[in-house]
């Protein structure tokens, strides 16, 4: 190691590599608290609603999240992120003294965010690159920084059901994608519901802003894999009870706990695990 090239721009082409990746320019995270969030209910969900005495969230799940990336006028360094979550989500209501029936629909939350994205000044285009179509990039966007969005699936903090008579006035009606909307077996009830679904959902996110660059950096050796493949979809034949006997014997959830999560040691004293 001691003859390794400390300078690599002036390394050998055997000592040096020039690669292209995304360097990361900006990111944030954030711990958003979804307050009373609408779900959209299917046709059939939402005639059981409209009849069902209770009815609680069960679980929410990320099915897709759309990013759009826009410079910031009074400073082209800076660029705005706007992010639309859209959560499938499946509640139980009780309807009668029948057992509770499934409920399912779609909640839509957005967020902004404003990170740091270096001005560039040159217009990237690839082989890839189709212009004027839906989905290519554009001379207009050919610069912008490239954002990225981490994201868990939603906790369920809390549900309620409200009459529309009880709903706030106003409410912005959510931009559905024909996408989002094919996901679902039936049609989403947008208006004339009796009753609504409305949830709270605690997300964890991470949002960056990355631009393309090119480096040269150090060869140490090429990464050559050192697992095996194995063509056994459940992994190595082993034998059951040799794995078995490697587990250590679980003493402490044998041992009788207090009413606060102590239980007693060797001598009949009360300890606090």
């Not at 660029?79 to 639309?84: A, E, G, N, P, R």
């Not at 529309?164 to 996408?179: D, F, K, L, N, R």
């Not at 909307?181 to 949002?207: A, K, M, N």
Request: proline share 4%; glycine share 6%; net charge negative.
């Amino acid at each position: 190691m001691a003859d390794h090239c400390q300078d690599a721009v002036h390394c050998d082409r055997s000592d040096a590599l020039s690669i292209h990746t995304r360097k990361i320019t900006d990111s944030c995270r954030d711990k958003d608290c979804i307050e009373d969030l609408r779900v959209y209910l299917t046709t059939g969900s939402q005639t059981l609603l409209d009849s069902a005495a209770t009815a609680k969230v069960r679980s929410a799940e990320l099915l897709y999240t759309y990013i759009d990336v826009e410079p910031i006028a009074f400073d082209r360094n800076h660029y705005c992120i706007d992010v639309t979550f859209y959560y499938r989500v499946l509640a139980d209501a009780v309807v009668g003294c029948a057992r509770p029936a499934t409920l399912y629909g779609l909640a839509v939350f957005s967020k902004r965010a404003v990170l740091c994205g270096e001005e560039s000044k040159t217009h990237i285009f690839t082989s890839d690159t189709r212009l004027n179509a839906s989905d290519g990039q554009t001379r207009y966007a050919a610069n912008l920084p490239t954002a990225v969005v981490e994201v868990l699936d939603p906790m369920v903090l809390s549900s309620k059901v409200k009459d529309v008579c009880e709903c706030t006035c106003g409410e912005s009606m959510a931009q559905i994608p024909g996408y989002i909307c094919s996901l679902f077996d039936e049609e989403l009830v947008l208006s004339g519901d009796r009753r609504r679904l409305f949830v709270t959902l605690g997300q964890f996110s991470i949002i960056r802003l990355e631009r393309d660059a090119q480096l040269v950096v150090p060869v140490l050796d090429y990464s050559i894999p050192t697992k095996e493949c194995c063509d056994n979809p459940g992994g190595s034949v082993e034998d059951p009870c040799e794995m078995f006997s490697r587990i250590p014997f679980p003493e402490k959830q044998f041992a009788p706990r207090g009413c606060d999560g102590e239980q007693t040691d060797s001598c009949g004293c009360y300890k606090t695990t």
